[in-house]
């Protein structure tokens, strides 16, 4: 057991939200029933990032009895994720308005995440007289444009890529499902947190900067996380370094260096099918270092899924692991040209990684991995799986294996930790 396992401070402050708004401007005064009403809203981020950013827009009655309106960015579709430090631009736009003459109220408000929460950061407020009768039928469609005054483009912030974009998959998707998601905000999370078979490290970096646990650990043998402060750079994650108190170290599943009960948190996303020999010490392991009543988060890799060959630069057909002969599908991997898809740059691994890599894939299926949780005493929180629409029983071959297995694409899997007392845990008094 190595003695270096308190490795850092918790992480103070620096990332703690400052936002501001600017003075809103409108469309010119006063606003008329007939035309579409508009205003200019100015954002600042101090902080180095904001996280989960959502502004309201409320029109009130000069004296604030009656609210004849109101939207946020957040139900129009404009899931501002996180703003690094700059200036924004956000543009409101409402078709048509459908107030009679009177002055009115333009109350805006900013809110943003911190803390294991939302909070509202700031709030404005612009007069608005309006001149005309009050117009029949629908409003329109509220639309919203945010556009960068000073700092990286929006347009080049992951969340605005979407679903296509590696580091959105990992620093958006991955760290909002399992934060969010899967462990409902947890408290914990501000505790201690180990990530058993981290990659390149992007989903705790997202987990970290949201959450500022106390320790972060990413552990991974292959130590894709060396490239993380490059993929950094290029995401427009404004800090020079890693935070301290995120940390990653090159061991694996099978031998975590830490005392028993040290964590609060564990997550897996993705790595218990890559273990090689497989997975059930990492499993034994994941339950000795987290503490009692902790909390487990895990996403594996369902083999018998319909790309759960993790094959995908080489061929797009159902089911291949299932349906080609070993021969016919080696010669697939090894004498074709991949395709590779966006992993976040750096390394690109030769046709003869992934058929290594196929070959350690741990069958994993979601009926056995229940069944062998529930043997380590692990009590299930919630549990989310992802299907397919159809199955199609496209060759004979695959008749052998279940309909759930070939189905289901995903299980997502949150459980807490209970570890039945031990004779040390009681306490014995001597006879009188």
Not at 94 to 109: D, E, F, H, I, K
Not at 325 to 340: F, G, N
Not at 408 to 430: M, Q, V
Request: with cysteine; net charge negative; hydrophobic share 35%.
């Amino acid at each position: 057991m190595t003695a270096d396992y308190a490795e850092s401070e918790h992480f103070m402050g620096d990332l703690t939200p400052a936002l501001d708004l600017g003075d809103i401007e409108g469309q010119g005064i006063p606003w008329q029933s007939n035309r579409p009403a508009t205003a200019r809203i100015p954002i600042l981020i101090e902080s180095p990032m904001a996280f989960d950013v959502d502004v309201s827009v409320e029109l009130r009655s000069a004296d604030e009895e009656t609210v004849h309106y109101v939207r946020h960015t957040g139900a129009d579709q404009l899931m501002i994720r996180w703003l690094p430090r700059g200036r924004y631009d956000l543009e409101w736009y409402l078709p048509r308005l459908r107030l009679g003459a009177g002055s009115y109220r333009l109350v805006v408000t900013l809110y943003h995440r911190s803390d294991m929460g939302v909070q509202a950061a700031a709030q404005e407020v612009l007069e608005v007289p309006v001149e005309g009768e009050q117009l029949d039928g629908e409003e329109g469609q509220t639309s919203w444009i945010l556009e960068t005054v000073e700092g990286p483009p929006v347009s080049e912030l992951s969340w605005r890529k979407g679903p296509e974009d590696w580091f959105y998959r990992h620093f958006d998707h991955a760290a909002d499902t399992i934060i969010h998601y899967m462990l409902g905000d947890s408290p914990l999370l501000r505790g201690r947190v180990l990530d058993v078979g981290c990659g390149d490290g992007i989903t705790d970096l997202g987990i970290f900067l949201r959450c500022q646990p106390e320790l972060l650990v990413g552990i991974d043998p292959f130590r894709g996380y060396e490239r993380l402060p490059d993929l950094m750079k290029d995401n427009h994650v404004p800090l020079e370094e890693l935070p301290e108190g995120l940390v990653f170290r090159p061991c694996d599943g099978n031998h975590i260096p830490y005392p028993d009960d040290y964590f609060d948190v564990v997550v897996s996303w993705g790595s218990l099918e890559h273990i090689a020999g497989g997975y059930l010490q990492t499993l034994r392991e994941i339950k000795r270092v987290l503490r009692n009543g902790g909390l487990f988060f895990v996403h594996p890799g369902l083999y018998y899924s319909n790309f759960g060959h993790h094959l995908g630069e080489f061929t797009s057909e159902p089911f291949v692991h299932l349906t080609r002969p070993e021969p016919e599908l080696r010669k697939l991997v090894l004498e074709s040209d991949p395709d590779y898809i966006d992993r976040g740059g750096g390394y690109q691994a030769d046709p003869a990684e992934y058929w290594q890599w196929y070959k350690e894939l741990n069958p994993i299926t979601v009926a056995n991995f229940e069944q062998e949780l529930r043997a380590l005493e692990f009590e299930f929180w919630r549990v989310a799986l992802r299907t397919e629409d159809l199955i199609e029983y496209s060759s004979p071959s695959l008749q052998r294996y279940g309909m759930q297995d070939l189905a289901t694409l995903e299980l997502y899997l949150s459980c807490h930790n209970r570890k039945s007392p031990r004779p040390e845990d009681f306490e014995i008094s001597e006879a009188p």
